[in-house]
């Protein structure tokens, strides 16, 4: 299979066009999204914890890091590679292979960006403005890109 990073004419400046704002409101909707299965989650958790006597409410200080984690990684290594943020928003995450991520890579998606966000404050998202492919230092340092989804089927 051909390598589609290193194929450069297959990664066209229309893929990228506006691709930083569809990806903040994208997160913006994702976020929204675990925010409210958050609260169903605390409420089987409480149940949970009750059979459990108790033990299950341990699990709530990382409640929302479990949510998100699956949340990510379930919607980003289905066969769309998109989270519903990313799919309203027209965006697709690919790999250097040209495929969707699997499950690892969704989740460790996540986790860098969470590491980054927290030690490198939100400016982490000024890298995706000198990039070429917008991309931003955890698509870099896990080799994904994120693209626009119709433009991106267009060209395949």
């Known amino acids: 299979m051909a390598d589609a990073f290193r194929n450069e004419r297959n990664f066209t400046a229309d893929l990228f066009d506006g691709l930083l ?25 409480f149940v949970f914890s009750i059979l459990t006597l108790g033990l ?3 699990l709530y200080p990382v ?13 980003l290594s289905s066969s769309a590679s998109a989270t519903p943020g990313m ?20 989740l ?8 980054l966000n927290s030690v490198l404050t939100p400016f982490i998202l000024l890298v995706g403005l000198f990039t070429d492919r917008k991309r931003l230092l955890h698509d870099i340092a896990l080799g994904t890109t994120t693209v626009r989804t119709s433009r991106w089927y267009e060209m395949n």
């Not at 409640?63 to 919607?75: I, K, P, T, V, W």
């Not at 460790?108 to 590491?115: E, Y």
């Open 21 to 45: 704002s569809r990806r903040v409101i994208a997160f913006l909707i994702d976020y929204t999204i675990v925010l409210l299965l958050m609260f169903p989650a605390a409420v089987l958790l």
């Open 108 to 115: 460790l998606h996540l986790v860098v960006f969470w590491i």
């Open 87 to 106: 799919r309203v928003m027209d965006l697709m995450m690919t790999t250097e292979s040209g495929q969707g991520p699997d499950f690892l890579t969704a």
């Open 63 to 75: 409640l929302f890091f479990l949510m998100a984690g699956l949340y990510f990684s379930l919607s």
């Open 56 to 58: 299950g409410f341990y």
